[in-house]
């Protein structure tokens, strides 16, 4: 069985929050050379989740 590709979420404008349409994902900080470590990341049930490295915070938002 396949899996799908786990989505990278860079935040090259320094935003403080994000709206993404997934819960599991892949925080890269900044594209490089300005990224940090990639840390996986999964709200689970719940509709947001701060990146312990570069504090942006994320929120679920489903797409339409």
């Known amino acids: 069985m396949a899996q799908a590709e786990l989505i990278k979420i860079s935040n090259d404008e320094g935003l403080a929050e994000i709206f993404i349409p997934v819960r599991a994902f892949e925080c890269i900080g ?28 994320y929120r679920y938002r489903a797409e339409d």
Request: glycine share 4%; proline share 11%.
């Open 30 to 57: 900044a594209s490089a050379p300005y990224d940090h470590p990639h840390v996986f990341l999964d709200m689970g049930s719940e509709t947001e989740i701060v990146c312990p490295y570069c504090s942006t915070r």
